[in-house]
Each structure stands twice: as C-alpha cells, then as structure tokens.
C-alpha cells in the first residue's frame, strides 16, 4: 500500500505534486507574491487580507548570500552544512539548506540558479514518508 508524503512543515510545503512547491500568498492588488504567506493584509500596497490569496509557487531562484555552518546544536542535521539566501523567481527571498553545490564552495555558488528539492526525513510512526525542502544548483546553472 503506497505511504502519503507529508511535509515536515505542512503549512509552508505544498506536497501534492513531485515537485516541491512553497505555499505562499499573491496580493490580488498589486501582484505582490509573500512567503510564508501572509495573512493579515498585503505588506506592500496595504490591502486588506481579503485581496491576499494563497498560491504555490515553485522554489527557484538565484543564491545570493551562503555560508556553511561548522557547529550546529540541534540534532536535526549535522554539520556541516550550508545555509544560503535565496532570491525566488516569483520575488520573495528565502533563506534554504542547500544539500548539493556541485562540487562548488559557498561563496563560489553564489549567483547560481538553485532549485527545491524533497529531502527524505523519514517515516513517522504511520509509515508516511516525511520530507523537508532542501536546495540544490539547477543542471547547467551558469546564471
Ligand atoms: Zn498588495
């Protein structure tokens, strides 16, 4: 019997498709996108939280800032790792583990295209498959 994929963090990943999508707002407004979505009115154009509808949108973008983390207190991942700031196509920018530089240092990976890609967790104790979002160099990225 196929298992569920489930988010570790349901209310920010959408896990519906094979692709990984980020649950965020769009401003009916002004066209303002958010993530994590907002809800109690647009940040941009001060529209009411009536203008702000949710959408999924995919987890690309440009690194712009990395750095890796040599000491990390929580046992959630083990260091070292890299955690960098992404620009989304869709404007907001994010902050994402990236798993796979290719090859490539932090600082050499920035201004790279990346893409979100389903981490696997673990089952919880129904046997559901638990992902989280992690990032990676999109194939061919020279950008
Ligand atoms: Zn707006």
Not at 48 to 72: F, K, M, N, Q, Y
């Amino acid at each position: 019997m196929p298992q569920a994929r489930i988010s570790a963090h349901p209310t920010l990943h959408g896990t519906d498709r094979n692709e990984p999508a980020l649950r965020a707002t769009r401003c009916t407004a002004c066209e303002s996108t958010f993530f994590p979505p907002l809800r109690l009115g647009c940040e941009a154009c001060g529209a009411s939280d009536a203008a702000l509808l949710p959408v999924e949108i995919a987890p690309r973008g440009v690194l712009r800032s990395a750095a890796t983390v040599h000491v990390h207190a929580g046992d959630d991942i083990e260091a070292p790792f890299v955690v960098g700031e992404i620009e989304l196509d869709e404007g907001p920018r994010i902050r994402g583990i990236l798993e796979d530089l290719s090859g490539l240092g932090d600082v050499e990976a920035i201004g790279r295209s990346v893409e979100g890609v389903w981490h696997r967790c673990g089952p919880d104790p129904e046997g559901n498959e638990v992902v989280d979002l992690r990032f990676r160099l999109c194939e061919g990225a020279t950008s």
